[in-house]
């Protein structure tokens, strides 16, 4: 009888390896797919690509114990070979090799040069054969630090005293109302994807005080612009014990600082690729919605069209005074009107306008949405009655307020468009793994 004990040890290397043990001289085994191969008449060069980067490797003929016009692009190999110096391949090194393993081939050539250093065709393309597009280095590139924004934040918040939660995506009813629900049948009974895990995550502020989730959330709207898509990953957060709605900002700007501090230690390589710089969020600065406004109104002789919302130009205009004016690429708009805000958004006591809530915008564009929350049992079923809303449609939410509920308020991130921005890309679907659209559901 077998037993497992564990992960076993490979033959084979990686990497980080040969990097931290040097192995210069030595002979060792590594594994990887054929990026690209260069054949320069004497020798050959053999590009291998791993999750870490591209490995050189030189075929000699006479030496290499393997029939160079046999080997294709995108084949799996395993390979044989000497570490050597070299300064000009990548991570320094390159192997010498002497014998080639083919682990398998592809059936086809590439649809498109994903050894290139760009790709130059549209997005429609890249979307459509996106498996194989991602194989680009800079392609993947971008899906790695979007790995370390999700890192930077779960890791900060952990150590900020939160509980990782998981809640349901199929509802009875979406936190956010309205009619972009996808609607479902659940064994006879309507239900829908949740927009957002708002009720449940408050209801877990009532347990463990603070708690966050990274996970879908979706939206049935028929938008087909370059910042909205039907599936994305949101970054909630929930705490209790608030102070006030500051106490949310503040712990985003922690959350930001540590996202930045992490790209910058671990996601070097990766930045370098995509020269990205990242932005100085060492504070950000905030302004209520009402004076954002009348401040783009004035810098920019706009008129003021609409003033219970912010137009995407607003948007843009308000990021590009802030840049000009305080160097800041983010800015918290706060207090927005309760016209705008769900029914359970905390309205300010000063002015019940508006309310104890914040956008957080980065180069004029939404990344953020957030506030403090209504936590009094009374006050939460006036509000419900004042905007026309049944109570009963949601009493399973209406507990934990009947039940006793501190001060709480929270956060949604979203993943894609705060890639996006950090990125300068252009459209949202560039930083989603495989994006879902009005038009797209596959691959």
């Known amino acids: 009888m077998e037993f497992i004990d564990g992960v076993k040890k490979k033959d084979t290397l990686d990497i980080h390896d040969i990097l931290e043990s040097g192995f210069e001289g030595e002979e060792i085994r590594i594994n990887g797919a054929v990026h690209s191969i260069r054949d320069m008449g004497e020798v050959a060069f053999v590009i291998l690509r791993k999750a870490q980067g591209l490995v050189q490797c030189v075929y000699e003929p006479g030496v290499t114990d393997f029939e160079l016009h046999k080997l294709r692009e995108e084949s799996a190999v395993e390979v044989l070979g000497t ?4 300064e000009r391949s990548p991570h320094g090194f390159e192997i010498r090799l002497k014998e080639i393993k083919v682990l398998s081939k592809p059936a086809e050539p590439l649809p498109v040069p994903v050894s290139k250093w760009k790709l130059n065709t549209s997005l429609e393309t890249k979307l459509a054969l996106r498996p194989v597009s991602l194989r680009n280095i800079r392609e993947r590139a971008r899906f790695r630090i979007q790995e370390g924004i999700v890192r930077g934040f779960r890791e900060y918040l952990f150590c900020q005293g939160f509980t990782e939660i998981h809640t349901p995506k199929i509802v009875a009813r979406g936190a956010e109302g309205g009619s972009n629900v996808f609607k479902l049948d659940y064994f006879g009974k309507r239900a829908e994807l949740g927009q957002s895990p708002q009720f449940y995550k408050q209801a877990m502020a009532g347990v463990f005080d603070r708690v966050f989730e990274t996970a879908p959330v979706f939206r049935a709207e028929k938008h087909n612009t370059t910042r909205h898509l039907n599936e994305y990953t949101s970054l909630d957060f929930e ?9 949310i900002m503040a712990m985003e700007t922690g959350v930001l600082q540590a996202i930045m501090a992490l790209l910058k230690k671990d996601y070097k390589k990766e930045l370098e690729l995509l020269d990205v710089i990242l932005p100085d969020v060492s504070k950000i600065p905030a302004v209520r919605f009402d004076r954002a406004k009348e401040l783009v109104s004035e810098a920019y002789d706009r008129k003021i069209r609409n ?12 990021g590009q005074y802030f840049k000009e004016k305080y160097g800041s690429d983010f800015v918290f708009v706060t207090h927005y009107p309760s016209k705008k805000r769900p029914f359970y958004a905390m309205e300010d006591p000063g002015d019940p306008r508006f309310t104890l809530s914040f956008d957080l915008l980065f180069k004029g564009l939404e990344v953020t949405t957030g506030g403090q929350r209504i936590h009094d049992y009374e006050m939460i079923l006036n509000k419900l009655v004042k905007r026309g809303m049944d109570p009963a449609d949601i009493e399973s939410y209406l507990m934990i307020f009947k039940y006793g509920m501190p001060p709480h308020g929270g956060l949604g991130i979203g993943l894609e468009r705060l890639t996006m921005r950090l990125l300068d890309e ?7 793994l495989f994006p879902r659209d009005v038009t797209r559901l596959e691959p």
């Open 83 to 86: 570490v050597k110096k070299e």
């Open 239 to 247: 705490m209790a014990y608030i102070d006030s709605f500051e106490d």
């Open 307 to 318: 003033p219970y919302d912010l137009e995407p130009e607003e948007e843009l205009l308000i």
């Open 426 to 432: 252009q459209n949202v679907r560039e930083t989603a």
